[in-house]
């Protein structure tokens, strides 16, 4: 008999242009992005074990923490973001709510962008 494949764990970095957005997620467990990454994600979210975001606001030069996505993003949109840009909203489940600088994580290279440093 054969065995299904393994699920793998994705991981996704998610840029916001301000703090604030970080601030509302982290308080009510709540992300919002782009159509085009709200694709991405849905899909990642039904074909992965588990789907890590990290976030980081546009540049700080940190990371701000790291959340786990735990549901598909659907079609009811939120007021939070001010932004029709957004698509629909999702529920993420907050790990780590820390500032860490890019420096710590010089290590990191992702082979999907060319071995460039992840940040």
């Given at each position: 008999?054969?065995?299904?494949?393994?699920?793998?764990?994705?991981?996704?970095?998610?840029?916001?242009?301000?703090?604030q957005n970080i601030d509302i997620s982290q308080q009510k467990g709540i992300w919002?992005?782009?159509?085009?990454?709200?694709?991405?994600?849905?899909?990642?979210?039904?074909?992965?074990?588990?789907?890590?975001?990290?976030?980081?606001?546009?540049?700080?030069?940190?990371?701000?923490?790291?959340?786990?996505?735990?549901?598909?993003?659907?079609?009811?949109?939120?007021?939070?973001?001010?932004?029709?840009?957004?698509?629909?909203?999702?529920?993420?489940?907050?790990?780590?709510?820390?500032?860490?600088?890019?420096?710590?994580?010089?290590?990191?290279?992702?082979?999907?962008?060319?071995?460039?440093?992840?940040?």
């Amino acid at each position: 008999s054969t065995s299904p494949l393994p699920r793998p764990v994705r991981y996704f970095i998610m840029k916001s242009s301000n703090l604030q957005n970080i601030d509302i997620s982290q308080q009510k467990g709540i992300w919002s992005t782009t159509p085009s990454n709200e694709q991405k994600l849905n899909r990642a979210f039904w074909e992965s074990t588990i789907v890590y975001l990290i976030f980081s606001v546009q540049g700080s030069g940190h990371f701000q923490g790291f959340a786990r996505m735990s549901s598909e993003a659907g079609c009811e949109r939120s007021q939070d973001w001010g932004s029709a840009a957004f698509g629909g909203v999702f529920k993420v489940e907050w790990i780590r709510k820390e500032s860490i600088p890019f420096q710590f994580a010089q290590h990191l290279l992702n082979p999907w962008n060319d071995n460039k440093k992840v940040q």
